[in-house]
Each structure stands twice: as structure tokens, then as C-alpha cells.
């Protein structure tokens, strides 16, 4: 079993966070991100915390289609379709500006990093998902999804432009299977870049990232499955189970009795 986290960055982040999160439950990971440096200090700082992990890097920047495809299609080859695909990618926010002043420029970037990115991760995974009847897409919102602000009206467009594209998705491709989940990050994370806007915040202000990633494990958890048994007997019996019509006719996935579409998460003392 596999994930792939787009989205990877900072180490303590969101993005990092839950690939550790998969990773100690036995999943391969793969992470991608922009900046090869910081891709290598994750994967370091996963294996030398969860024993046995397997993390595959791959470089890639969700505006361009090119490379983004070009990532995605490494790590597929590396560990198979995934089981959880989780878009973690965002614009700043900051320095904030009015719509009067906004570069369209901005603002077409801003988009770029919502909808039109996940569309093209999306895309790369989705045939594989249907085929096996089963899988989970994990996309991480923010508080302008749900309502614009002064000053952060292309960060809104393209975090409200994400959430919607992710509630049709859900719709589409929820009797194939796959579960489609919006995570709303109402709140400031706690890691080291946001301490340096927020560095007299009280603890109970900030969201803790390892908090976030076990909620995205356990939306994973929701989603129809194959356990792991199964796969074991399939792999024995049916070495070229990379192709999964094997898995799928011999060991139908577990359904789950609920999906949950949208969840969201907060400091346990934000005023809301």
C-alpha cells in the first residue's frame, strides 16, 4: 500500500507530518515538493523516525503540467498506484493585497496552486483508483475557503475555487469508491515559519500538525480498502499482481459505511 503527499516542505509541516503519519502505518510514501533540499531532510527525518519506512522523493511544481506529471509518473512507478493521493499545496498568502491592486498575475498563481493543481494530480491517479475500485484524495482548505478577507482575495479565489472542485469530485467518483475528502485548516499551523508572525501566540492558538495528520489517516481509514492479507495471498498466487484486475476479482475491497467530505480544524482555543 502507497501514498503520495504533494505538498511537502517545511519539517514540522502539514505535508510532512502526514506522510510520517503514513508512513507509520506501514505505507510507502512518496513526497513531492519544489525544493530538493528540503525533500531530502523530510525523508531523512521520516526513516530516522519510523522504522522500516520506504519514502520516494520526487521534484515537482503543480503549475507547470509537465513536471508535475513527470513526478507523479516516478513515484507510480516506484510503489504502484496509490491508495491516498493528498494534495497539501498553497499559495501565500502573504504580503496581503486589495483586489483594486492585486496583479492578475498573482491572482492567476494563486488559482494555479488550487484547482487547476489538484486537477492535474488528480488526473494522474484516478484511472488506477477506479480500476481497483477503491482509494482516498485528501485535499488540504483553509479558512478562505469558506469566506473571503481584506487583503486575501486571490488566496480566497483559489482556496474556495479548490473546495468546490473537490465537493464535485467527491459526487463523481464516490460509487467507484474513492473517497474524497476537504480539510479545512481554520487556523494557524504551528511550525517554524508561521512562529515568525505569531512568535507571543500561546500554544493553544496554534493547530498542532501532528493533530491534522491523524485526521487525515483516519479519513484515509473511511475509504474502501484491501486489507492487507489479501494482497499478501494475491501477491503469492498472482505474481504479475501489479495488474489489478487479480486483486480486484479475487478479494473484493472492504466498504466502509460512511465517507465524510469536509472536516474542519482549529486551535482548541480559537474564538470561531
Given at each position: ?19 510520517k ?18 525533500l531530502?531532510e523530510?525523508k ?8 522500516g ?5 520526487a ?10 506529471d513527470?513526478?507523479?509518473g516516478?513515484?507510480?512507478?516506484a510503489?504502484g ?6 494534495y ?9 493585497v ?17 484547482a ?19 482509494g482516498?484524495?485528501l485535499l488540504?482548505?483553509?479558512t478562505?475557503?469558506?469566506r473571503?478577507?481584506p ?7 483559489a ?7 473537490a ?9 467507484n469508491g ?6 479545512i ?34 479519513l ?15 501477491l503469492?498466487?498472482?505474481?504479475e499482481?501489479s ?7 479475487r ?10 467530505f ?9 474564538q470561531?
Amino acid at each position: 500500500m502507497s501514498a503520495i503527499v504533494v505538498g511537502v516542505s517545511y519539517a514540522p509541516g502539514i505535508g510532512y507530518a502526514v506522510a510520517k503519519r503514513f508512513a507509520q502505518a506501514g505505507l510507502k510514501v512518496g513526497i513531492v515538493g519544489r525544493q530538493q533540499p528540503r525533500l531530502e531532510e523530510a525523508k531523512k527525518l521520516i526513516e530516522d523516525a519510523v522504522e522500516g519506512a520506504t519514502v520516494a522523493i520526487a521534484t515537482g511544481d503543480v503549475t507547470d503540467k509537465a513536471s508535475i506529471d513527470s513526478a507523479l509518473g516516478s513515484l507510480i512507478e516506484a510503489h504502484g498506484v496509490p491508495d491516498s493521493l493528498i494534495y497539501n499545496v498553497s499559495s501565500r498568502p502573504m504580503p496581503t493585497v486589495s483586489v483594486a491592486e492585486v496583479d492578475p498575475d498573482r491572482l492567476l498563481n494563486d488559482y494555479k496552486t488550487g484547482a487547476y493543481g489538484a486537477v492535474l494530480c488528480v488526473q494522474k491517479v484516478i484511472a488506477g483508483m477506479r480500476e481497483r475500485g477503491s482509494g482516498s484524495i485528501l485535499l488540504t482548505g483553509a479558512t478562505a475557503s469558506m469566506r473571503g478577507a481584506p487583503g486575501f482575495g486571490a488566496f480566497s479565489a483559489a482556496k474556495a475555487g479548490l473546495k468546490h472542485l473537490a465537493q464535485a469530485l467527491a459526487k463523481e467518483e464516490m460509487s467507484n469508491g474513492i473517497h474524497v475528502a476537504h480539510i479545512i485548516i481554520d487556523g494557524m499551523v504551528d511550525m517554524a515559519v508561521m512562529r515568525q508572525y505569531a512568535a507571543d501566540l500561546p500554544d493553544g492558538r496554534l493547530i498542532d500538525t501532528e493533530g491534522i495528520a491523524e485526521v487525515y489517516y483516519n479519513l484515509h481509514m473511511q475509504s474502501p480498502r484491501y486489507p492487507t492479507e489479501a494482497r499478501q495471498r494475491v501477491l503469492l498466487c498472482c505474481p504479475e499482481a501489479s495488474d489489478l484486475t487479480c486483486l480486484v476479482s479475487r478479494f473484493p475491497p472492504i466498504r466502509c459505511r460512511c465517507f465524510t467530505f469536509e472536516q474542519d480544524l482549529r486551535p482548541y482555543m480559537s474564538q470561531w
